[in-house]
Every structure is written in C-alpha cells, then in structure tokens.
C-alpha cells in the first residue's frame, strides 16, 4: 500500500532563518507527482510547491524549495528566509497512480519564533 | 481562481441526527473529494467522485454516505452522527488526475456531535 511519512510532529525556527520539514513516502509507481500543501490557522489548504519524480531537477518557488531523492523515496521541504506567515501545519501528498486517491502525510506543525 | 466553498464553518449536531455537509466548486472539476483530518492521523479520504452520480470509497467510508447530483456539487452525508464523527471535514476537488494537477481546498467545515 502507498504511504507517506511525515516523521516530525512539529518544529521551530527562528525569523530569517531556514528550516527543512521531512516527509518519506512509498510507491510502487516510476512516474508521479508529489506535493507540499500548507495550512494556516485559516484553515485553506493551499498548495507551496510540486515536484513531478521524472524530473531530476528540485523544483523551486520563492523562498521554498525541494529536496528530492527518488532512490531514497525521499521529499523534504526547504524554507528559506522563514516569516512569521509561514507558521501552519504543512502536509507532503502523493497521487496514487490509476486512481484519484491522494495520500497525504500526517502533518508537521511549524512554529516560526520572531 | 478556483473557489471550492464549504456551506459551513462550525457545526454542532447532536448525536443521532442526520447530518448533512455541502460543498460547492466553480470550476467544473470532474474529481470531488471529502477527506477527514484529525490531529495525528492527517487527512484521510471518506469518498470521492470522478463524475456526476459516480462515487468511490475512500479509506474510512463507514458511517458517510455521499452524493453528487450536479457536476459542481458534492455532499458528505452523517446517516446518524455519532460523538467519534466529531472531526474537521475538507472538501476538494481537482481536474482529472493525469495533468498531476493539485487538489484544491474548500476552507473545511469543524463538525462537533454531542
């Protein structure tokens, strides 16, 4: 069965620091998409970033970035120049190939101190 | 932008009670999701539908029913609340999953049973 793993319930960082959120994930798919989705105290899922896995290059936006290790089944979250609205929880999701089911991790709660 | 709108933020309801949950989207999205998040465990998939009048079963079905009448609307149905159906509910919905394009999210909806 498909499952994605996010091993840090919660984590810190400093204002202006970075900060990396870790997520694992398993498939038995070669081509597929993964996702980072934030939710803010708002409450709306909003999607941070995507990475498609037959790319080799880590996708980018901003201040947010990937590193992904297709070996390793690995797909951690880097945010750089971190702000006080990047507090939220934050969730890594894969597609499960041939159906319309998302798998998605059990969230990392990220704490941003000024 | 896609706008997916839950009918309600908060709702309490008393145990027993027929329960019902709507969600809009305006973008005619064929993929309508209703997932469940409860701290710890992520967001894990009641049902979905890919069509009108068409509908799967996600991981936790038991105690929901839903119905999809209209392409743009999706309901998530309590036949008879229970206290554990106590729960954040998210609507969601995406075009067909072969663009890897992301789901999008309505603002959820927290259901307390009493």
């Known amino acids: 069965a498909q499952t994605v793993t996010q091993s840090q319930p919660e984590m810190s960082v400093q204002e202006a620091e970075t900060v990396t959120l870790s997520c694992t994930y398993d498939?038995?798919?070669?081509?597929?998409?993964l996702f980072w989705y934030k939710q803010p105290p708002s409450r709306q899922m909003i999607l941070v970033i995507r990475q498609e896995a037959y790319k080799q290059q880590n996708a980018t936006e901003n201040r947010f970035s990937v590193n992904f290790q297709k070996a390793a089944k690995s797909f951690s979250l880097k945010i750089s120049d971190s702000q006080l609205g990047d507090a939220a929880m934050y969730f890594c999701a894969c597609p499960t190939s041939g159906t319309y089911k998302y798998i998605f991790g059990t969230g990392t709660r990220l704490k941003v101190l000024a | 932008d896609v706008k997916v709108t839950q009918s309600s933020r908060y709702l309490v309801k008393r145990t027993g009670e027929k329960v019902f949950l709507e969600c809009v989207q305006d973008m005619d999205h064929e993929n309508m999701f209703w997932y469940r998040q409860d701290p710890g465990l992520g967001l894990r998939l009641i049902y979905f539908?890919?069509?009108?009048?068409?509908?799967e079963k996600g991981d936790i079905p038991e105690g929901y029913s839903v119905s999809r009448e209209k392409k743009e609307r999706f309901s998530l149905i309590l036949e008879s609340a229970s206290t554990n159906q106590t729960s954040m509910y998210l609507c969601?919905?995406?075009?067909?999953?072969?663009?890897?394009?992301?789901?999008?999210f309505g603002n959820g909806t927290r259901l307390t049973v009493t």
């Open positions: 498939t038995s798919e070669s081509d597929y998409y």
């Open positions: 539908s890919y069509d009108v009048k068409m509908k």
């Open positions: 969601a919905s995406s075009p067909p999953q072969g663009s890897g394009t992301p789901l999008h």
